[in-house]
């Protein structure tokens, strides 16, 4: 039989306690990290990175197919992302939760042990949060920490005529493990014995319930000597992060069809679901690849990049922002990602 102890019975200080026990600390940044009222950080001569992401239940994440452990992950993962998408390196989050009766403490030991992987990975220190009561399920708020060298931090706002157009990994995956998660549970609630069909689709699935940062990018990118001009990552779709890009950096940009990476298992999904499979890769979102620019000088540099494709170019502001299709025709790109508040 399963234990399951009330949360009630630890309190919330005791909960905290509780999640955050053992955890040492990683970075000489963190002075002080969980059990006082606030954490100290020292970072001298860096420039500190601050981002935050915030997950509802029934909103961002579906409990009915997502595993509290994945869950924790993801949701330290998707911040690690935003800090890297700098240019920078995660040192330190705090984590917050909005918690329902309905909840153990067990079931938090499970959420808090993904987040606890993901800052192991990742060599990022937990330094805090908070706890509450919650009417309504589930509540995640993560904030991360992060440190950028001076000079080397990357905005959106960076990306000159000329610019080369690049990508990390490929996309649509996460977008299609999404869909597939979401027929099985549709097929599951009609039927008593019931066993989902994932053979074969493992890579979609982890897309979309584990997905890694591209730390591995920032590293290839410093050992290349190649500082991008405008970069971010791709959380809701392509399309949405090349228009981000385009208008803080007040230019245009030229994207190829035929160059944009997409992985097998993402082409058999879509053609499954009769869906577009360029749409898919330009608009599904949650990927959190890096798309990144570079100047025209570092193509030589760029095009050697493992795990990285050239995918276009940026142009004049007056040219607009197209995807130019395999037959020569271009269609504007259009932000059609996902938007929780529409």
Sequence with gaps: MTTRTEISKLGEFG??????????????????????????????????????????????????YVPLKHLGYKSA???????????GQPKQITVS???SKRFSVEDMDELYSGIRLACDVYGVDLVGGDTSASMTGLTISITCIGEGEKGKVVYRSGAKETDLVCVSGDLGAAYMGLQLLE??????????????????????????????ARKDIIASLAEAGILPTAMMDVSDGLSSELLHIAKDSHVGCRIYEERIPIDY?????AEQF??????????????????????LADYDKAAELKGVKIIGHITKPELGNYLVGRDGGEVELKAQGWNSLS
Excluded: C, W
Aim: net charge negative.
């Design 77 to 87: 993962v998707v911040n690690f992302s935003d800090i890297y998408a700098m240019n």
């Design 265 to 269: 298992q993402t082409a058999v999904m």
């Design 183 to 212: 027929r099985e549970k549709n097929v599951f609630n009609g039927e008593k014995d019931f066993t989902p069909d994932f053979s074969g689709k493992e890579y979609l699935l982890e897309r979309q319930l584990k997905p890694e």
């Design 97 to 99: 939760i909005g918690l």
């Design 15 to 64: 909960l905290i306690e509780h999640l955050t026990q053992n955890m040492p600390l990683k970075n000489p940044q963190t002075l002080k990290g969980v059990g006082d009222d606030a954490a100290v950080l020292d970072y001298k001569d860096k420039q500190v990175l601050v981002t935050t992401d915030l997950l509802l239940e029934g909103v961002h994440f579906d409990l009915t």
């Design 274 to 295: 009769n869906m577009n499979l360029v749409t898919a890769a330009l608009n599904g979102g949650e990927d959190y690849e890096l798309l990144f620019t570079v100047a």
